[in-house]
């Protein structure tokens, strides 16, 4: 046996005695897709199931995965499926991210419409982000907690001598989005936010070492005060028509205003 051929069989035994198969444990969890979801559900779906095409269509590729939640980060555009039918969806746009825009020519387009999960194409409307106008394009999509975290970074700018006079501009007009998203929350969602925007007492702030950036005297006592007033109509739904009558004639001889606004939404419930 030659040399040549001798080293091919014994290259070719390495081979097989060093061939394993691949092993897997435990089973991976994964998200639903939106072709999956059932009429009434909701959800979150990624931001890449979506295909812009010249600004005026949009195709959606429902083999995309979707969350229950925001992650604020990937699964973020609210969806419901509201039919049985395969484009049977409620899709929300009004969100604070930015798109990738594709400009197709007629064959392009065609390839997007061969791939059996796309549907679409839908008509929409398409807005160019421009940053000098970010204010009136971004910060009205933004959700409670993306102001929030907004409100915390200007803050901290201001805090460290790094702001300047758009980040003082940015705290007035963040803080009165979040005090508008607040007033929209139920007491049970608003009790999160009860002492988020209260200054760190000793021991939190470990001796003033933390500091608490989205701390703001307007923004707690908004929070204080609602939390207040649906205390109180939670007392006063449990009162008869006649006896809200009465009270509603002592707050407003007594000048309460806000409490006597309150009460008269409780008698307009109650008729």
Do not use: H
């Not at 009270?247 to 008698?267: G, N, P, W, Y």
């Amino acid at each position: 046996m030659s040399i040549l051929v001798y080293n091919f069989f014994r290259k070719t035994k390495n081979i097989n005695q060093n061939t394993y198969t691949m092993k897997i444990n435990g089973k991976l969890l994964v998200n639903p897709i939106m072709s999956q979801m059932q009429e009434g559900q909701e959800g979150f779906l990624v931001a890449e199931a979506i295909i812009i095409v010249n600004s005026e269509e949009v195709y959606i590729n429902t083999a995309s995965s979707i969350a229950e939640n925001n992650d604020g980060e990937k699964y973020i555009i609210p969806i419901k499926k509201i039919g049985p039918g395969p484009e049977d969806f409620e899709i929300d746009f009004n969100i604070a991210f930015r798109f990738l825009n594709n400009v197709c020519n007629k064959n392009e387009e065609m390839k997007i419409k061969e791939v059996q999960t796309v549907i679409g194409p839908f008509k929409i409307q398409t807005e160019v982000y421009k940053i000098s106008n970010y204010k009136e394009q971004v910060y009205p999509r933004m959700t409670l907690e993306l102001l929030i975290d907004s409100f915390a970074v200007n803050k901290e700018l201001i805090e460290n001598d790094q702001g300047s006079e758009k980040t003082e501009e940015n705290v007035i007009d963040l803080r009165k989005r979040i005090i508008a998203k607040l007033k929209e929350l139920p007491l049970e969602k608003l009790k999160i936010y009860e002492d988020m925007f209260a200054p760190l007492n000793e021991e939190d702030s470990e001796d003033g070492e933390i500091i608490n950036y989205i701390e703001d005297e307007g923004i707690d006592s908004c929070v204080e005060l609602l939390i207040k007033k649906f205390k109180s109509q939670r007392k006063w739904e449990d009162l008869s028509l006649a006896e809200l009558q009465t009270e509603l004639s002592i707050a407003t001889e007594r000048q309460e205003f806000e409490k006597s606004c309150s009460i008269r939404d409780v008698i307009n419930k109650k008729r």
